[in-house]
Each structure stands twice: as C-alpha cells, then as structure tokens.
DNA sequence: CGGGACTTTGAGATCTATCAATAGGCGTGG
DNA sequence: CCACGCCTATTGATAGATCTCAAAGTCCCG
C-alpha cells in the first residue's frame, strides 16, 4: 500500500501523526485500523490475500470540497471509500445539476467505467479512499472470484437503488421525495447508531439529489415540521418523530 | 435447454412450427437459430461451454402484453432478452408508474434480484428468454468467471443509463427530454439498420419514461416536428432530420 | 361502416420555480 | 467582545411549466 496526499486538498488536510506512523506502513498496520475493514473491498478477501490488495491500493485523504474524480476526465482510478461522504454528480453545461447518489465507507466509485468519467465525485467532508489503478484492478478481479462478486453485488444494489431514485424523481411530489429522503437518512444514521438522521449536506446538494430547488426544500421541511412528524433539531441534524406517517407519505399514498 | 410455453400467453403466442422444431432439441439447434447468440449471454463463453448454458435454460416465449415477473413477487428467475422489447416499470400505490427501461435482445432482466422483484417486467410485443432459475444460475456465475465479467459489465453498464436517465428526470424540461428519448432511440434503430427510430411503444409508456404526462409528450413532438427537427411517419415511427439540433435540445443547452 | 383505443389539441388549474427580502449562524478582524 | 461580512436557510409573492380535464381527430380492425 502506498500513502499519497490529495492533489487536491492541502497539507492540513491529512493529520500529521497519520503521516509520521504510517509513512512506512504495512498493510496490516492501515488496514488494522481502517474503519472499514469490515465492510467495504477487504470484507471479500480471506486474511492471506488482503495484502495483494493492500499492494494495489494508494491510501489518499481527500479535503471537503475536494473532487476525486471530475465527469468527462479520462478515467483511471477506481476507489474505495473507508471514511467520510462524497456527493456524485452530472451537470448540464447552463449549470444545472443533478446529484446521483452518495457513498460512504464501504461503498465504491467509478465502477466499471468507461474512457471517461461519467459524473463527478466530491467530499461533503474529509473522505479517505483506497485508490486503485484501473489496469491493476482489472486483474485483481481476474485473480480473485470472490472480489468480483463483491462487484457485482454491489453494482447490482446501486442498480436498484437507482431505478428507486428514477421512480422519486419521475413521479413522486416535492413532499414525498423529501420524505423518502428523510427515511432514508434515518437509515443510513440508524446503522451507525444515532437517533437523529444526520445529513451530510446542505441544502443545495438535497435539492439536487431530489430535482428541486432549495427554497421547495426547505417549504417541504417546514411543512414536515408543522405537522410535527420532524424535528428539525439542526441545519444537518433532522430527528424523525413519525416514521409511520413519514413512510405512508415517501411511498405516494 | 427446456422448451416452457409461457404460462401467461396464450398458446397461439407460439407458432406450431417452433413447437414441432425444438420439441427434443438440443442446444446447438435452438441456439443455432437464435437472434441474440452473438450479442447475449452465450457470447460470453467459448462453445465448449455454451451446452451448460443451454443446460439450465428454459426457452419461453411471452406473448404482446405477458409479464416476466411482477414487482413484489419473490425473484427465482433470471432472464436472458433474445427477441423483442420489454418495459421496465416500478408503480405507485395510486397507479403513477415510472418506466425504468426498455430491455431488447442481448440484454438481461433480473440480475441480482433480492428476495423480491424490484420492478416490474411486461412484453411490448412478442419477446423470446432463456429463463434460468435463479440458484442454477449463480452456480454458473461461480463456475464460470467469464460470465460473471459480462454480467459485471452489464451491471455498469445499465448503472451508466440509470444515472444518465436520473439527470433527464431531475434537471431536463420536458422538450429535453422527448429530445434525448429521440436521439437514444434513434440510435438503438440504427444498430439495427433502420434508416427511421422505431419506437415499440406508445404514448403511455413514453410518458412514464420520461416522467412526464401523455399530453405533454405529445404536445413535445408536435413543437419538434414544427419546428422541422423531426418527422412523424407513424405514431411509431420517427425520422430524425435535424439530429445535431436535437442533440443541443437533448443536452440542455 | 362502426366501435374502440390511441393521439392530438385546447382551456384552465396546480405545483414548483423564480425572484426578492429577511433571518440566522459562523468566522474574522478590529 | 462586538461588529461586520459572508454564506446558508427560511419565508413571501409572483411567474411559468406541466398537469388535469375535456373534446375532437385519427387509425385500425372487425
């Protein structure tokens, strides 16, 4: 495994004590402490295969706001993400944009890509990828079975999870996609223990992920408030009182 | 390879010479004839091979209108596309509907199904599988790495589209829409040699494609074809005169 | 020739976007 | 410590794109 810093974040971005003890590393020392070991690309490697694709990978902190990949950009890395949120996106050039998804630790980007990226991928905060070269991913999923399935699951559950997002997006109300949204969050935040859901992003990049502006956001946010099925507890912090109500919404009845 | 009438079409959706041809075939006959050998499943291993394949495939023939499967029910099989076209689709309880895909010959349905299906799947006209159960399959997954890549890149691919579709449905007026859903048909008439995009469905579903209503779409068209962008032959049938014009509306520019 | 399904066209209603102003939070610098 | 500016979120008023409802036209098929 190789340490790279972000060529695009500054030096303040990557703690210096990281820098010093894992300068040197090997796998088992990074991987040891990675949070997620368990989840994400090692989860389908046995023990004694884990450091070929220790070798391969390029450990990187990206900054908030840094990109890892930007849409139209010859592609050549593959990424695992260990820690933090990034935003993917596609623009149209009069600078609409539409946020397809957001991934976190365990979860990959740039999947089966073609010549060119076909979204652009930012931290909402500080993100910790393993990054790998296309080619040499390629023949790691040659040479093990087992992480191509891990693959293919995965493209698979983001598969569906997109045509459920083309279902918000073609058909539900400004109400039902913020409540489908909510829900989802509360998951997201329920697997990590919190009573809260805890957004990772404002609301700019929501209204871009549900194909609104922000100021019908935040009208749905109220409306959700007053009817007290939501506690809007902080800009980034929504606690969800009325799970019941807030499914039968999100699901169109 | 097992012959299955369609347990929902009726039996005139099989010609009688079909039936007597393929009673007792065996794979090389069946797949001998078959429209998609080169561009489907069987393309991805080597002929020695194809027999297992042809082994675990059930050849089904659903008639114009026939589901597939249904969203809700549990997933046992997985579809392998030789002829004809498919609609996708995921409903809401209300009766709104969002059409995720069309699927034709090559492609697949079904592919890393959870417990349930997610969607939806009904013959736009008449539409020849090879349906495999969906336990057999992964067996073929895991026996044959060459397999799992094509599924792989049919998973990426497939995630592509979803994306590209959630960017039309999120940011695109309606005129864009109607716009790309020309261009990308279009293309799709042109892999087949056709001078014209032949549309296999109607109104209806182009609406529920494009999350918008029939009315819209049709008003669309007529502001297309006034504007001598395109030409409508028939309700299925488009020429596409102008493509860089539409290609600038379909970009959103 | 007639019926039914689909498409097109029109008029008005509705939802969301746009434009505009206010309010709140946070860091910086005086 | 407070004032200021900046950025984001909220709220209000209006505009506009698309939907809804309604009717007429078209095509296919019996």
Known sequence: MTFVQSELGPVSAMRPDQLVSLGTAVASVVCGTCAS?????????????????????????IPKGGLLMTEGQPSRHFFSVNHGYA??????????????????????????????????????????????????FDDLLMRFPALEQKMLAAACHDLAVAQAQMLLLGRKTALERL?????????????????????????????????????????????????????IVADYDVVIIDHAALRTIGAGE
């Open 37 to 61: 070991r368990d989840v994400g690309l090692c989860d389908a490697l046995p023990g004694a295969d884990l450091h070929q694709l220790a070798d391969a990978a390029h450990w990187l902190s």
């Open 87 to 136: 935003k993917l996106y596609k623009d149209l050039s009069d600078g609409r944009r539409q946020v397809i998804g957001f991934v976190t630790a365990g979860q990959f980007i740039g999947l089966g890509a073609q010549a060119c990226y076909s979204f652009t991928a930012e931290a909402l905060d500080e993100v910790h990828v393993c990054r790998f070269e296309q080619r040499r």
């Open 179 to 231: 409540a489908s949204f909510l829900l989802e969050w509360d998951d997201r935040s329920m697997v990590e223990g919190a009573a809260v859901a805890m957004l990772p992003m404002g609301r700019r990049d929501i209204a871009d992920y549900l194909g609104l502006t922000i100021e019908t956001v935040s009208r749905c946010l109220t409306v959700l408030r007053k009817r007290r099925l939501i506690k």
